[in-house]
């Protein structure tokens, strides 16, 4: 199981970036998708989740209505849509897989997750 993000970088607050999720060696379509963040100096924390069908989406409060996922089962690609970044979105952030599960507050646990791919830095300065 491969999952390789990228798309991170340095932007100003306010901008937007764009962040993709390629994945390979499993049933991409069978797998909840999800994007969690880790700041320096804090713990991992989940950002938003799409099932997978793609109907339903989970995000943390602090993303709500700014952060949009997204997700291409045709392509193998999930992605995340970051609008009016802050300088507290400033993180390293990972993608994940899990097997099916429904979208709930257990989703916010990192324990949950099956697959961890490398993270991709997102630096928003002020």
């Known amino acids: 199981v491969q999952l390789q993000a990228s798309g991170g970088g340095l932007v100003q607050a306010g901008d937007s970036l764009r962040l993709s999720c390629a994945a390979s060696?499993?049933?991409?379509?069978?797998?909840?998708m999800g994007w969690f963040r880790q700041a320096p100096g804090k713990e991992r924390e989940f950002v938003a989740a799409i099932s997978w069908s793609g109907d339903s989406t989970y995000y943390a409060d602090s993303v709500k209505g700014r952060f949009t996922i997204s997700r291409d089962n045709a392509k193998n690609m999930v992605y995340l849509q970051m609008n009016s970044l802050r300088p507290i979105d400033t993180a390293v952030y990972y993608c994940?897989?899990?097997?099916?599960?429904?979208?709930?507050?257990?989703?916010?646990?990192?324990?949950?997750?099956?697959?961890w791919g490398q993270g991709t830095q997102v630096t928003v300065s002020s």
């Open positions: 994940a897989a899990g097997y099916q599960f429904p979208l709930t507050i257990a989703t916010m646990s990192d324990i949950t997750w099956d697959y």
């Open positions: 060696g499993y049933t991409f379509s069978m797998y909840t």
